[in-house]
Structure formats: structure tokens, C-alpha cells
């Protein structure tokens, strides 16, 4: 009879230290969740903050650009400085630079296109004008066709799933579906092309250094110079210097970029290109709002 107790105790033992052991597993694997939960609720917390803060910071860029200054140091222009600034203990970077400093795949001029072809995406002078020829075929009706490039049947002979267009571009992704376009030369040359500028040339005063090689007549120690002089004049508030490669105006679109840190690391990006219209009562339309 004892040697029965004493046996019900040892499992009465065992049971409670299971029991105990089990309900531990359970505590644990429940903080456990509820700690994921609340960082995960956190991280929302904060990637939104980051969105509103760098749609703020577009707002008030906008504002800043279209706002005159009366003190040149005081006025933001769309020249591809960064300003920075703190915010609800966000720190902010915003570049904008206007849509000018691109070539417009609609209306920018051929030699722009042929000098970008073969300068920054490395092809030969035959397959650029192909490809700047396929291009016009793709943004233009049947009529006006080039009789060089790609047309109708030489997607078909591809055994491409569609045709071209026939009209304009709409953005610049599109460009990329253009028979002689790769998606290496792609990658090369679409981070300077542009749908907004509606302009023919490229402006040298905010145009990066490929767009500049772009350019007929320069070589990259003429554009090196005028980088540097450039620059200058920037940082000393001075009137910007003449390419001598001659070049366009600014366009009425900005291409902005905001990126906000918070202080738990977490970043976000807002892209959007502004374009003034000149209308009092709509002065400004998003022509892009992405995020980076």
C-alpha cells in the first residue's frame, strides 16, 4: 500500500513538472508572438510616419521651387542639390532637378538619342540609328514611318506578342519594349530618358554627365571642365556657365526625390515629377507619384 503512494506521488510528480514545463513552452511561444506583433505593428507605425513625412517633403519642395526668393541663397531651384533637414526626429534629403536635364523620347532630337546610344549604352553607330528609327516607328501612325528600323512585320517575325503603338510614349518603362532596345542597354540608358521635358534638346545647366557626353562635338574632358565650373557656381550662388556644347532651357516639370530616415532606421522613398501648368486654380499636377 505505501509502495502504491509512493508510486501516484512520483506520477503525480511527473504530471505537475510536465504541466509546468508545457504552460512554460506556452508562455514563452505566446511573448514570443506577441513581441513579433508588436514590432511588426511598430515597423507599420513608422513606414507610415516615413510616407507622410516624404509627401510633405514634396509638398514643401514644390512650394520652395515655385516660391521666389528676393536673397539667391534662400531660393531652391530644381539644380540637383540636396537639402536636408530634421523633422519629428525624421532626417529628410530631398534632390529635385527639372525634367530638362533629360532626353525626351517623344521629342528630344535624334543626335541627343544616338550620342546616349553609343556613349553610355556602347552600341555602334548603325544600331543606334536603327534603334532611334524603331522608336519613331513605335510613337508614330503608319503614315509617317521611317522606312528604317522595326515595323509591324519585324515584331511579328520576332514572335513578339504585340505591335508597336503608334503612338506617343507614355512613360519611359514603354521604351523598353522597343524592338532593339535590350534590357542591358535598357538599364543603361532609361535612367536619363525621360517623357516629361516635351523638349528637343536637354539643359546643360542640371543634365548629368551622361547626358552631357550625349551631346555633339564634346569629348569628356570638355564636359569633366564644364562639370566642375558648374558646380561652382552652384555652391557660390553664381550664374551658371555656358556649355559649349550649347544645349535647351529648363522645363516646367521637377523630378523630386524626398528620403526619410527615422530614427529606428526605417526609410522610404517618394519619386513624383511635378509639372506647373500655369493654371491659377490647378497650379500643379503629379505626372509620377512613386516610391522608391
Do not use: C
Not at 512554460?24 to 507622410?52: D, P, Y
Not at 534638346?201 to 554627365?209: K, L, S, V
Amino acid at each position: 500500500m505505501r509502495q502504491r503512494l509512493k508510486r501516484q506521488r512520483g506520477i503525480a510528480l511527473i504530471i505537475v513538472l510536465w504541466t509546468t514545463v508545457l504552460l512554460t513552452v506556452i508562455a514563452g511561444g505566446f511573448a514570443f508572438s506577441m513581441r513579433n506583433e508588436a514590432l511588426a505593428t511598430q515597423n507599420s507605425v513608422s513606414v507610415a510616419s516615413a510616407r507622410w513625412l516624404a509627401n510633405g517633403a514634396v509638398e514643401r519642395t514644390v512650394y520652395e521651387l515655385a516660391t521666389p526668393r528676393m536673397v539667391a541663397q534662400d531660393a531652391w531651384q530644381p539644380d540637383g542639390l540636396s537639402h536636408t533637414w530634421q523633422e519629428d526626429g525624421a532626417q529628410i534629403e530631398v534632390v529635385a532637378v527639372d525634367e530638362g536635364a533629360f532626353i525626351d523620347i517623344n521629342t528630344g532630337n535624334d543626335m541627343l538619342l544616338k550620342g546616349l546610344f553609343m556613349n553610355v549604352g556602347g552600341m555602334d553607330e548603325a544600331a543606334a540609328m536603327y534603334l532611334i528609327d524603331s522608336m519613331a516607328n513605335w510613337r508614330t501612325d503608319s503614315v509617317q514611318k521611317r522606312l528604317t528600323g522595326a515595323q509591324d512585320g519585324d515584331y511579328k517575325k520576332a514572335g513578339l506578342p504585340y505591335l508597336p503603338a503608334n503612338a506617343p510614349f507614355g512613360a519611359v518603362e514603354e521604351v523598353g519594349m522597343v524592338l532593339g532596345m535590350t534590357p542591358d542597354l535598357y538599364a543603361r540608358v532609361s535612367p536619363f530618358l525621360t517623357v516629361n521635358s516635351r523638349q528637343s534638346g536637354a539643359n546643360p545647366q542640371t543634365a548629368p554627365r551622361e547626358v552631357l557626353l550625349s551631346f555633339p562635338n564634346v569629348t569628356p574632358a570638355i564636359v569633366d571642365d564644364y562639370l566642375a565650373r558648374r558646380q561652382d557656381a552652384l555652391m557660390s550662388h553664381q550664374p551658371l556657365p555656358l556649355f559649349p556644347g550649347g544645349g535647351g532651357g529648363r522645363s516646367p516639370a521637377w523630378r523630386i526625390q524626398a528620403t526619410v530616415t527615422m530614427d529606428d532606421g526605417t526609410q522610404f522613398t517618394r519619386k513624383a515629377v511635378i509639372r506647373r501648368t500655369g493654371d491659377p486654380k490647378r497650379p500643379f499636377i503629379a505626372l509620377l507619384w512613386g516610391e522608391g
